[in-house]
Protein backbone atom coordinates (compact mmCIF):
# COMPACT_ATOMS: atom_id res chain seq x y z
CA UNK A 1 0.00 0.00 0.00
CA UNK A 2 1.39 3.26 -1.02
CA UNK A 3 0.67 6.64 0.59
CA UNK A 4 0.04 9.87 -2.17
CA UNK A 5 1.52 13.17 -1.31
CA UNK A 6 4.34 12.87 1.05
CA UNK A 7 6.17 16.11 1.14
CA UNK A 8 9.80 14.20 -0.07
CA UNK A 9 13.05 16.04 -0.54
CA UNK A 10 15.21 15.38 -3.14
CA UNK A 11 18.06 14.73 -0.70
CA UNK A 12 16.24 12.48 1.31
CA UNK A 13 15.70 9.77 -1.30
CA UNK A 14 19.61 8.85 -0.73
CA UNK A 15 21.51 7.29 -3.30
CA UNK A 16 20.91 4.68 -6.77
CA UNK A 17 22.06 1.05 -5.62
CA UNK A 18 19.94 -0.55 -8.49
CA UNK A 19 17.98 0.38 -11.46
CA UNK A 20 15.06 -1.76 -12.84
CA UNK A 21 12.90 -1.68 -16.12
CA UNK A 22 9.86 -2.61 -14.66
CA UNK A 23 8.39 -1.37 -11.62
CA UNK A 24 7.75 -5.03 -10.20
CA UNK A 25 11.34 -5.78 -9.99
CA UNK A 26 11.69 -2.89 -8.08
CA UNK A 27 9.86 -4.08 -5.62
CA UNK A 28 11.08 -7.55 -5.07
CA UNK A 29 14.42 -5.73 -4.40
CA UNK A 30 13.47 -3.51 -2.02
CA UNK A 31 11.65 -6.36 0.00
CA UNK A 32 14.50 -8.17 0.17
CA UNK A 33 16.38 -4.96 1.41
CA UNK A 34 13.74 -4.86 4.33
CA UNK A 35 14.32 -8.60 4.50
CA UNK A 36 18.01 -8.09 5.43
CA UNK A 37 17.40 -5.35 8.15
CA UNK A 38 17.56 -2.31 6.54
CA UNK A 39 15.19 0.12 7.79
CA UNK A 40 12.07 0.34 5.15
CA UNK A 41 12.16 4.82 5.57
CA UNK A 42 15.65 4.20 4.27
CA UNK A 43 14.29 2.48 0.83
CA UNK A 44 12.47 4.06 -2.07
CA UNK A 45 11.54 3.51 -5.20
CA UNK A 46 12.31 6.44 -7.71
CA UNK A 47 10.44 6.37 -11.40
CA UNK A 48 12.44 8.76 -14.12
CA UNK A 49 10.86 9.57 -17.36
CA UNK A 50 7.67 9.67 -16.19
CA UNK A 51 5.00 9.41 -18.79
CA UNK A 52 1.07 9.27 -18.92
CA UNK A 53 -0.61 6.57 -21.11
CA UNK A 54 -4.29 6.76 -21.45
CA UNK A 55 -5.71 3.56 -22.99
CA UNK A 56 -8.78 3.53 -24.97
CA UNK A 57 -11.25 0.75 -23.45
CA UNK A 58 -14.21 0.82 -26.02
CA UNK A 59 -16.51 3.68 -27.35
CA UNK A 60 -19.13 5.78 -25.74
CA UNK A 61 -22.91 5.47 -26.89
CA UNK A 62 -26.30 5.29 -25.48
CA UNK A 63 -25.86 1.56 -25.38
CA UNK A 64 -22.83 1.40 -23.70
CA UNK A 65 -24.24 4.06 -21.36
CA UNK A 66 -27.59 2.65 -20.40
CA UNK A 67 -25.13 -0.61 -19.89
CA UNK A 68 -23.37 0.82 -17.59
CA UNK A 69 -26.54 2.91 -15.71
CA UNK A 70 -28.41 -0.47 -15.14
CA UNK A 71 -25.33 -2.04 -13.55
CA UNK A 72 -24.48 0.71 -11.06
CA UNK A 73 -27.88 0.59 -10.52
CA UNK A 74 -28.25 -3.42 -10.26
CA UNK A 75 -25.44 -2.80 -7.39
CA UNK A 76 -27.22 0.20 -5.42
CA UNK A 77 -30.43 -1.72 -5.26
CA UNK A 78 -28.57 -5.11 -3.81
CA UNK A 79 -27.10 -2.95 -1.45
CA UNK A 80 -30.69 -1.05 -0.30
CA UNK A 81 -32.05 -4.34 -0.15
CA UNK A 82 -29.46 -5.66 1.88
CA UNK A 83 -29.79 -3.17 4.37
CA UNK A 84 -33.33 -3.34 4.22
CA UNK A 85 -33.88 -6.92 4.84
CA UNK A 86 -31.40 -6.42 8.15
CA UNK A 87 -33.79 -3.75 9.16
CA UNK A 88 -36.50 -5.15 9.20
CA UNK A 89 -37.10 -8.78 8.26
CA UNK A 90 -40.60 -9.18 7.48
CA UNK A 91 -40.54 -6.56 4.43
CA UNK A 92 -42.51 -8.39 1.52
CA UNK A 93 -40.45 -9.51 -1.35
CA UNK A 94 -42.80 -6.77 -3.84
CA UNK A 95 -40.64 -3.49 -1.91
CA UNK A 96 -37.43 -5.47 -2.83
CA UNK A 97 -37.99 -5.56 -6.75
CA UNK A 98 -39.32 -1.95 -6.70
CA UNK A 99 -36.29 -1.04 -4.45
CA UNK A 100 -34.04 -2.88 -7.27
CA UNK A 101 -36.25 -1.06 -10.24
CA UNK A 102 -36.34 2.36 -9.03
CA UNK A 103 -32.41 1.88 -8.87
CA UNK A 104 -31.93 0.81 -11.79
CA UNK A 105 -33.90 3.66 -12.78
CA UNK A 106 -32.01 6.38 -11.32
CA UNK A 107 -28.20 4.80 -12.08
CA UNK A 108 -29.72 4.17 -15.96
CA UNK A 109 -30.62 8.14 -15.53
CA UNK A 110 -27.38 9.63 -14.38
CA UNK A 111 -25.95 7.53 -16.70
CA UNK A 112 -27.32 9.36 -19.93
CA UNK A 113 -26.48 12.73 -18.32
CA UNK A 114 -22.88 11.88 -17.80
CA UNK A 115 -22.77 10.72 -21.45
CA UNK A 116 -24.45 13.87 -22.53
CA UNK A 117 -22.32 15.64 -21.09
CA UNK A 118 -18.89 14.30 -21.95
CA UNK A 119 -19.80 13.29 -25.71
CA UNK A 120 -19.27 17.24 -26.41
CA UNK A 121 -15.48 16.42 -25.63
CA UNK A 122 -15.22 13.00 -26.45
CA UNK A 123 -16.57 9.57 -27.47
CA UNK A 124 -14.94 6.55 -26.46
CA UNK A 125 -13.80 5.75 -22.64
CA UNK A 126 -10.19 5.17 -21.36
CA UNK A 127 -8.16 4.51 -18.42
CA UNK A 128 -5.15 6.70 -17.32
CA UNK A 129 -2.03 5.28 -16.19
CA UNK A 130 1.44 6.24 -14.97
CA UNK A 131 4.68 4.96 -16.60
CA UNK A 132 8.61 5.74 -15.80
CA UNK A 133 11.19 4.54 -18.27
CA UNK A 134 13.26 2.44 -15.48
CA UNK A 135 12.94 2.94 -11.60
CA UNK A 136 16.06 3.67 -9.69
CA UNK A 137 16.36 1.71 -6.06
CA UNK A 138 17.91 4.64 -3.70
CA UNK A 139 19.00 4.06 -0.20
CA UNK A 140 20.23 7.26 2.19
CA UNK A 141 23.44 7.12 3.20
CA UNK A 142 23.10 5.78 6.80
CA UNK A 143 22.62 2.11 5.37
CA UNK A 144 23.86 2.49 1.63
CA UNK A 145 27.31 0.39 2.53
CA UNK A 146 24.75 -2.75 3.78
CA UNK A 147 22.15 -1.77 0.93
CA UNK A 148 25.42 -2.28 -1.90
CA UNK A 149 26.66 -5.43 -0.03
CA UNK A 150 23.21 -7.14 0.03
CA UNK A 151 22.47 -6.38 -3.65
CA UNK A 152 26.15 -7.77 -4.56
CA UNK A 153 25.11 -10.78 -2.88
CA UNK A 154 21.57 -10.91 -5.02
CA UNK A 155 23.39 -10.71 -8.19
CA UNK A 156 26.15 -13.16 -7.06
CA UNK A 157 29.10 -10.63 -7.57
CA UNK A 158 32.24 -11.39 -5.57
CA UNK A 159 34.83 -8.58 -4.92
CA UNK A 160 38.46 -9.24 -6.84
CA UNK A 161 41.50 -10.89 -5.38
CA UNK A 162 43.70 -7.40 -5.29
CA UNK A 163 46.92 -8.28 -7.51
CA UNK A 164 50.28 -8.84 -5.43
CA UNK A 165 52.90 -6.97 -6.95
CA UNK A 166 56.62 -7.67 -5.05
CA UNK A 167 58.21 -4.77 -5.06
CA UNK A 168 60.69 -5.51 -1.96
CA UNK A 169 64.48 -5.29 -3.04
CA UNK A 170 66.23 -7.55 -4.42
CA UNK A 171 68.02 -10.60 -2.72
CA UNK A 172 70.80 -11.73 -4.94
CA UNK A 173 72.23 -9.42 -7.47
CA UNK A 174 69.98 -7.59 -9.60
CA UNK A 175 66.36 -7.66 -10.22
CA UNK A 176 65.24 -8.60 -13.78
CA UNK A 177 62.22 -6.97 -15.78
CA UNK A 178 58.89 -7.63 -14.86
CA UNK A 179 60.04 -9.84 -11.96
CA UNK A 180 56.98 -10.53 -9.48
CA UNK A 181 54.23 -10.01 -12.35
CA UNK A 182 52.44 -12.30 -14.35
CA UNK A 183 54.30 -13.70 -17.17
CA UNK A 184 52.59 -13.19 -20.97
CA UNK A 185 50.51 -15.39 -22.44
CA UNK A 186 52.73 -15.20 -25.37
CA UNK A 187 56.82 -15.35 -26.16
CA UNK A 188 57.84 -12.13 -27.42
CA UNK A 189 59.18 -12.51 -31.66
CA UNK A 190 62.80 -12.48 -31.92
CA UNK A 191 63.79 -11.34 -35.06
CA UNK A 192 65.46 -13.86 -37.40
CA UNK A 193 68.73 -13.34 -38.46
CA UNK A 194 69.77 -13.28 -41.97
CA UNK A 195 72.57 -15.94 -43.52
CA UNK A 196 75.58 -14.61 -45.28
CA UNK A 197 74.34 -13.70 -48.86
CA UNK A 198 75.89 -15.34 -51.16
CA UNK A 199 77.45 -13.42 -54.27
CA UNK A 200 76.73 -14.79 -57.93
CA UNK A 201 79.43 -16.49 -59.68
CA UNK A 202 80.82 -14.68 -62.10
CA UNK A 203 82.92 -15.56 -65.43
CA UNK A 204 86.73 -15.16 -64.45
CA UNK A 205 88.37 -13.23 -67.03
CA UNK A 206 89.62 -15.18 -70.01
CA UNK A 207 93.50 -15.22 -70.57
Not at 4 to 14: C, E, F, L, T, V
Not at 32 to 52: F, K, W, Y
Request: with cysteine.
Amino acid sequence: MSMMGANIGKNDIGETVASFPEYEAAQKAASQLIEADIPPRDISIVGNGLRSVERITGRLGYLTAARGGLINGLMLGIGACAIQAIINPEIPGAVYFATLFICMTIGMALSFMSYLIMRRRRSFASVMAMVADHYDLTVTTTSIHKARQVMNDIRGVRPRAPKVIDNSPPQYGERLPGYGQPASATAPEVPAQEGPTSRPATDSPSA
